[in-house]
């Protein structure tokens, strides 16, 4: 019996022996057609630009606000499980106000 | 006329300025290495020429960002790739294959493969591809990807990186894995064979 490696090897080896098919040329048409659907298309505008933008600006602003929210949260769990960080956050507010 | 070469750099500022002439004679430029691509990785129950098209109208909507630090064909092999990446992404995992699946020629060469010590025939090539296309469409797209480039068209890691944008270290990883799960599947199939 042999071992898969060897089986994978040597089909691989096989399939590498079939003759590579002849390179097309584009089909009768088929370049026209996709110029024709490109040309349909709307350049695009500043409008485009800026909205592509801004999809990606609101998607960073998310994610930050969820960062700051998760860290919002856990200052409270720390400072409540340890009562020096308990002290020293009350001790902050005190100096703030 | 498409024997003439193409000044890639000349047709694409043209193509820019959206003169249609140009975009042909760049799409038809470009088809042969598209199309090569597609059928490489063409994705089940997709029209060839559908997704040639679909490439073809992402190239000429991202044109823009082509800064021309690579030879344009790289480019637009790095959209093919993706483009149909994307698309094997979309699909469902085909069933896993069983013995019973492969056509007669299909069964004859994997015999061939698992007990002979040789080679298959070389008039057995294309059933041997055949074969090795059913095993890949058992992987998820980016190994599938991965060991259709490095194994069956014997690019080199720092090719693959050029068209796929992935890290060297990425590559071998997938594709030491990629081979292992090819492995797998292939013990079972023996298993099969003998009780079949």
Redesign the interface.
């Given at each position: 019996m042999?071992d898969?490696?060897d089986?994978?090897d040597?089909?691989?080896?096989?399939?590498?022996?079939?003759?590579e098919?002849a390179?097309?040329?584009?089909?009768f048409g088929?370049?026209?057609?996709?110029?024709a659907?490109?040309?349909s298309?709307p350049?695009?505008t500043l409008l485009s630009v800026w909205e592509l933008l801004a999809r990606r600006i609101l998607v960073g602003a998310c994610a930050v606000m969820l960062l700051s929210l998760a860290l919002h949260l856990s200052v409270p769990q720390r400072a409540a499980s340890d009562p020096i960080a308990a002290a020293e956050n009350l001790i902050e507010f005190a100096v703030l106000e | 006329m498409?024997e003439e070469k193409l000044d890639v750099a000349a047709c694409l500022e043209r193509v820019r300025r959206?003169d249609?002439e140009a975009?042909?004679?760049l799409?038809?430029h470009l088809?042969?290495l598209v199309?090569?691509i597609v059928?490489a990785h063409l994705p089940r129950r997709v029209a060839e020429?559908d997704l040639?098209?679909d490439i073809?109208?992402k190239m000429?909507?991202n044109l823009?960002q082509y800064r021309g630090v690579m030879p344009f064909e790289h480019w637009v092999s790095r959209i093919a790739v993706t483009t149909c990446l994307d698309q094997l992404r979309a699909q469902k995992r085909r069933p896993e294959l069983r013995w019973a699946d492969l056509s007669e020629t299909e069964a004859e060469?994997?015999d061939?493969?698992?007990?002979?010590?040789g080679?298959?025939h070389?008039s057995?090539?294309?059933a041997?591809?055949e074969?090795?296309g059913k095993?890949l469409e058992q992987l998820n797209p980016e190994d599938r990807l991965v060991v259709t480039l490095l194994?069956?068209e014997?690019k080199s890691v720092a090719e693959i990186q050029q068209i796929t944008g992935w890290g060297a270290s990425l590559i071998k990883v997938r594709a030491f894995r990629a081979?292992q799960k090819?492995?797998?599947h292939?013990?079972i199939l023996?298993r099969e064979r003998r009780h079949a």
């Open positions: 042999h898969s490696k089986s994978w040597r089909l691989i080896e096989a399939a590498r022996q079939a003759p098919p390179m097309p040329e584009a089909p088929f370049a026209t057609r996709v110029v659907r490109w040309q298309a350049p695009p | 498409p959206r249609e975009a042909r004679r799409v038809e088809y042969p199309i090569k059928r020429e040639a098209q073809f109208l000429f909507a823009e060469v994997l061939a493969v698992i007990t002979s010590e080679e298959a070389p057995q090539g294309m041997a591809r074969v090795v095993l194994d069956l014997q081979r090819l492995r797998k292939l013990e023996e």
